[in-house]
């Protein structure tokens, strides 16, 4: 599911809306033990919540129902330190 969930974010991530994401585990994963997913956090760039719900809902995630869109916390964030990606999806 997550090579899905890559291919449908590339053209998005493409228009520079989305500028940090990934997943939330219960505690850090150790190598070679099964991580306990916890959740997701992204973030995106755009002028209103509205315009972050619209981009939430049509995630393949949220249409396919990995994520539970009841418990979405759309959230104002100004970030004090960003650094490039050194990876590609």
Known sequence: ?????YDG???LVTTGKPIAGGAIFEEHPE??????F??????YSGNSA?????IIEKDVDATSGVWDLSKTQILPYVPAVQEPLLWQI
């Open 31 to 36: 190598e070679g033990k099964d991580a306990l």
């Open 9 to 11: 974010i590339k053209p």
């Open 50 to 54: 509205e315009e972050a719900r619209t």
């Open 38 to 43: 916890k959740g997701s956090v992204v973030a």
């Open 1 to 5: 599911m997550a090579r899905v969930h």
